[in-house]
């Protein structure tokens, strides 16, 4: 069964960066039937995705974040990471990782991770 963990900050001061790291266990990030998101909820809101990178390591991202989103990944320690720079407060979020599985033309979630809340301090 996979499982994924997030890992990183809960507190980020404005304008800094902003580094998750999410660990995977149970399933290898370069199975060639799976991509690696990250998904973001602010406070009574809906989902944001944030990004995907796939099991070769080519890395998609939302336009509204891409500027300053950067995904990468560890094979060695099968996991990957998330980068977002110059945060805002609109940044504030609950920030998951999540397995996508690939389809004929579609991904479904395959799998969660917890979440982590991230808040920027202010």
């Known amino acids: 069964q996979v499982q994924m963990q997030e890992s990183g900050p809960g507190l980020v001061e404005p304008s800094q960066t902003l580094p998750l790291t999410c660990a995977v266990s149970?399933?290898?990030?370069?199975?060639?039937?799976?991509?690696w998101t990250w998904i973001r909820q602010p406070l009574g809101k809906g989902l944001e995705w944030i990004g995907y990178?796939?099991?070769?390591?080519?890395?998609y991202y939302s336009p509204s974040l891409k500027s300053r989103t950067s995904i990468s990944r560890d094979t060695a320690n099968n996991q990957f990471s998330l980068q977002l720079s110059s945060v805002l407060p609109e940044d504030t979020a609950g920030y998951y990782c999540?397995?996508?599985?690939?389809?004929?033309?579609?991904?479904?979630?395959?799998?969660w991770g917890q979440g982590t809340q991230v808040t920027l301090s202010s």
């Open positions: 999540a397995r996508l599985k690939k389809l004929d033309n579609d991904c479904v979630i395959a799998t």
């Open positions: 149970g399933g290898s990030i370069t199975n060639n039937n799976y991509y």
């Open positions: 990178i796939t099991d070769r390591g080519t890395t």
